[in-house]
């Protein structure tokens, strides 16, 4: 009789190209997801050895995490900016690998592009140059962040070493209460476990309150997977999941064969975490580190470190409510989808916001969508500064960023000091606490808004 198996351990079962005792196992790669900051130094690693990508059609690349969010058209590039661009333009020219560049009508954050073109599909290992990579396991694909030497090995060869991780449930029963997001479930999981608690585990995340999730909603759930140290997240694919891929450029056209591609009965998990999602509420970070995080409500905990309150300008004890801020950020490949903009724009419609805010779709389909629906209207009626897509604040690589000191409530997914921008203050939240916040001038309680 054959054992159970996690939906983790069937992926990677069916991937292994070559094992031995007390190694790495050779794993083969179904889709490579490249950026332009990650890949320069691996297509001249080729160059210099004469090699050649192994499978262009199961690589794609596109621009992100440096390219203005401003007009382009009337946006000046800097000299470092235009470089990098012309660089993956070249490469994956002379490589023959499809590229969603500046000019294409795809263009977005890699995350976001990866599952709208339908190339992130359920039984896939995925892998690109970016720890968010986590984000195609909504999918039920095993997906990771990988470094700018194996984004090289895999180029060359669609293989990578690595060593097999542990299984870890995270099982979410009930139902997420009115105003809670799965941006607050996330930043509950990870305070909960810390930022280190599930390193070296996969985490798959199960139960009704799950199920229920919407696929935006779970890709902003597997995305800060990372945050937590995990190697990858992962959920189930469901009838949720086929009919968001049906149709779209890349899917599949059955999905008969993923039906049943999910954890046995039975199987077993190296550890397991039980939530119950109707006692959370919305949550925000008050530290250094995605980690420390409290619900909305609460107060800064008596045992954070004196170097992260020092450096946040808080103090222990401190209610976050209230907290006056200077700028809200509105994208990311965490929460930049159709589904984000609607939720921060249902409750700036017909309000001002007394902070600078910067709404940025996480792609050009993203960004069509809100036109079309008039939420581009919404975020400029209420003073907000609606951008093109990338990676814009998450990472302030392309001139967005914050000035020393400043206090920015962000949807991204770190709040690392700097992270934003040298001394700048990052709280992490959901778009909804982020809208509130951005009308109120503080930090502030969406759910009286709703």
Same mark, same amino acid.
């Given at each position: 009789m054959v054992a159970p198996k996690t939906l983790f351990e069937k992926i990677w079962d069916a991937h292994v190209v070559a094992s031995e005792p007390d190694c790495p196992v050779v794993l083969y790669i179904d889709l490579h997801l490249i950026h332009e900051m990650t890949s320069p130094q691996a297509f001249s690693g080729l160059r210099a050895r004469g090699l050649r990508v192994r499978r262009p059609d199961r690589t794609v690349a596109t621009v992100d995490h440096i390219i203005p969010t401003l007009n382009r058209a009337q946006a000046e590039i800097p000299p470092s900016t235009a470089e990098l661009v012309r660089q993956i333009e070249k490469n994956c020219s002379d490589f023959g690998v499809a590229l969603h560049g500046v000019s294409s009508e795809s263009q977005g954050i890699v995350h976001v592009i990866g599952p709208e073109l339908g190339?992130?599909?359920?039984?896939?290992?995925?892998?690109c140059g970016d720890s968010h990579t986590s984000t195609h396991g #909504?999918?039920? #694909?095993l997906a990771f962040g990988i470094g700018t030497s194996e984004v090289e090995h895999v180029l060359a060869t669609q293989c990578l070493l690595q060593r097999r991780p542990k299984t870890f449930e995270v099982k979410v029963d009930g139902s997420l209460p009115r105003g809670v997001t799965a941006k607050d479930l996330v930043l509950a999981i990870i305070a909960r476990l810390g930022i280190g608690g599930a390193t070296e585990h996969v985490l798959e995340y199960r139960g009704e309150a799950v199920r229920a999730l919407s696929m935006d909603e779970r890709m902003t759930v597997c995305n800060m997977s990372i945050e937590a140290g995990a190697r990858a997240g992962m959920i189930a694919p469901d009838e949720t999941t086929f009919a968001w891929l049906r149709g779209r450029r890349f899917a599949p056209k059955?999905?008969? #064969?993923?039906?049943?591609?999910?954890?046995?009965d039975g199987a077993r998990f190296d550890r397991t975490l039980e939530i119950d999602a109707s006692r959370l509420e919305p949550m925000i970070t008050y530290g250094t580190n995605p980690g420390m995080g409290m619900p909305i409500s609460g107060v800064v905990p008596a045992e954070t470190s004196k170097q992260a309150l020092d450096y946040m300008g808080l103090k222990a004890g401190q209610r976050m409510l209230g907290q006056s801020i200077d700028v809200v950020f509105i994208g990311s490949c965490t929460n930049s989808r159709i589904s984000d903009l609607r939720s921060a724009a249902s409750v700036l419609k017909g309000r001002r916001v007394k902070a600078r805010v910067l709404v940025v779709p996480g792609s050009l389909p993203i960004k069509r969508q809100a036109e079309e629906e008039g939420l581009d209207r919404v975020f400029r009626e209420a003073g907000c500064e609606w951008r093109e897509p990338g990676c814009s604040m998450c990472i302030a690589l392309n001139g967005d960023e914050l000035a020393e000191g400043q206090y920015c409530v962000s949807t991204s997914n770190r709040n690392f000091e700097g992270r934003q921008g040298k001394g700048g203050r990052t709280l992490l939240a959901s778009p909804l606490t982020a809208a509130a916040s951005a009308i109120e001038g503080r930090v502030a309680d969406a759910r009286q808004y709703l």
């Open positions: 190339l992130t599909q359920p039984g896939m290992t995925i892998v #909504a999918f039920g #694909a059955s999905f008969d #064969a993923f039906r049943d591609l999910k954890s046995d």
